[in-house]
């Protein structure tokens, strides 16, 4: 077994090697390093802060068509149909609201113009071949979904180099395939521990929030307001299906919570204090 660790997308990412069948000492670590390459690229194409990223130029660009990374279109259709398919519960074009509340940096081309939107809706957001533009005067905030979405990217590259189980944890997104189980913990936003079990073949996401509505712990509500303090878990098939329906859990009320998330591919995980 290989396991590594580096600073990236604003977390720690932990990757792991935990079957690599009949691979070479070399092969395992250029798969490792491959791995973490791709959980890169995805961080320097969707920031919001950098301002070379696709993610930036789409944003300052408004109304014109901007060419983008087939990855960064990838995750945008994604993003873009789960903002419709959840009634904005997951919205992605909160990019405004989020600066304004100074959990993100106010990027420079901001003061270009002064009609920006805090919310905006999922058909901002146009997409054509290997280009997008945006309708309105609206900024597209990824994080929500993003750091899911490298963790999946570098478990296919994984895959693809014949690894035959892994896990990767990128600052509590986690995704696990093939024979490895690992144990999971999660700590509420009460700093309570809660032991949850044991997983395998499947995404695991949290978002935690507290009253003070500080970063990193804000999640935006659908009329743009901080959600009350709690800790939400969403186990998925896929780390970016995981780590968006976390915040999709925040803006549900409980009794309607679990049925919505299974529509949409999650399952909701209820912290027991007991």
Not at 171 to 188: E, L, N, T
Request: proline letters at 3%; hydrophobic letters at 45%; charged letters at 15%.
């Amino acid at each position: 077994m290989l396991k590594r660790m580096r600073p990236l997308l604003g977390t720690f990412v932990e990757i792991q090697l935990v079957d690599t069948g009949a691979l070479a000492e070399n092969q395992c670590q250029n798969a490792l390093s491959g791995a973490f390459s791709a959980i890169e690229q995805i961080h320097n194409l969707l920031s919001f802060h950098q301002h070379s990223s696709d993610l930036s130029r789409l944003n300052s660009a408004q109304n014109q068509w901007v060419p983008l990374h087939p990855l960064s279109i990838q995750c945008l259709k994604l993003a873009r149909a789960l903002t419709r398919i959840s009634k904005g519960t997951f919205n992605c074009t909160l990019g405004k609201a989020i600066v304004d509340k100074g959990a993100l940096p106010a990027p420079d081309y901001i003061n270009t113009r002064s009609d920006w939107l805090s919310i905006g809706n999922w058909d901002d957001i146009e997409i054509q071949a290997q280009q997008a533009r945006l309708r309105r005067p609206v900024l597209i905030a990824l994080d929500g979904i993003a750091k899911g979405f490298a963790v999946d990217i570098a478990i296919k590259y994984l895959q693809h180099q014949g690894v035959a189980s892994a896990w990767i944890n990128a600052g509590g997104d986690i995704r696990v395939y093939g024979s490895a189980i690992i144990p999971i913990s999660i700590k509420d936003h009460l700093g309570q521990l809660h032991t949850m079990g044991g997983l395998q073949n499947a995404a695991l996401a949290t978002s935690t929030t507290h009253a003070s509505a500080q970063y990193p712990g804000l999640v935006l509500g659908k009329k743009a307001e901080p959600v009350a303090a709690g800790t939400w878990s969403v186990i998925a098939n896929r780390a970016w299906r995981a780590d968006a329906l976390t915040k999709v859990a925040v803006n549900l009320a409980e009794h309607e919570r679990s049925d919505c998330l299974r529509k949409l591919g999650g399952n909701w995980i209820a912290l027991d204090s007991h």
